[in-house]
């Protein structure tokens, strides 16, 4: 398992951006798929965006598409969420997690990851 820790969260207004991190010192990094997860306050954990172990997939939830963009720097051990025109609706917290070669027919199955970070917070006023 590796150990992830999340950054970028914050308080912004709709329509601005906002790029979260997660980073680890793990060097076999570059062998995991790399989610990103959210949960708002009353609601259940829901996947936002994944990107393969070879970076050759991506995936993302619909709610996000053409808004987010998830990347990774396996130089810097990092894998990073880049959102944009955000929305109210996108106030929760937000985790990233870790899938040891994980396949990209399962990048959105919350179950399928076996490290988390502790979260990082995102609030998006009107």
């Known amino acids: 398992q590796l150990r992830l820790v999340e950054s970028g969260g914050g308080l912004v207004q709709a329509g601005d951006s906002l790029r979260l991190s997660c980073a680890t010192s793990d060097r076999t990094f570059n062998t995991y798929t790399m989610g990103w997860f959210r949960q708002a306050p009353g609601k259940e954990r829901e996947f936002v965006a994944a990107?393969?172990?070879?970076?050759?997939?991506?995936l993302y939830t619909d709610s996000v598409k053409g808004r987010f963009t998830i990347s990774r720097d396996n130089a810097k051990n990092t894998v990073y969420l880049q959102m944009n025109s955000l929305k109210p609706e996108d106030t929760a917290v937000y985790f990233c997690?870790?899938?040891?070669?994980?396949?990209?027919?399962?990048?959105?199955?919350?179950?399928?990851?076996?490290?988390w970070g502790q979260g990082t917070q995102v609030t998006v006023s009107s």
């Open positions: 997690a870790a899938d040891r070669f994980g396949s990209a027919a399962t990048m959105s199955e919350a179950r399928r990851y076996d490290s």
């Open positions: 990107i393969s172990w070879g970076a050759s997939s991506t």
